[in-house]
């Protein structure tokens, strides 16, 4: 039987566009399936997308600054 690795990868990022060019790097490095991103740090006028990963996030509605955002990325 073969196995699949599948590297998932979490990070409290705490702020994402200020760790973009980090962020990038380990995409590049180890091309992780899915990332798991906290404390992104993004209003709703920014998207945070990143290139060949389907984005996906929540967002606490009770906020009253930028630091909630979730993103999970597949």
């Known amino acids: 039987m073969k196995t699949k690795n599948i590297k998932i990868f979490q990070w409290n990022i705490n702020g994402f566009y200020r760790k973009l060019d980090k962020l990038i790097l380990l995409i590049f490095k180890h091309n992780p399936k899915i990332l798991c991103l906290q ?6 006028y920014n998207t ?23 993103y999970i990325y597949i």
């Open 48 to 70: 945070g997308t990143l290139n060949n990963y389907k984005k996906y996030s929540f967002n606490r509605t009770n906020c009253l600054r930028a630091s909630s955002y979730i």
């Open 39 to 44: 404390e992104t740090n993004i209003n709703n």
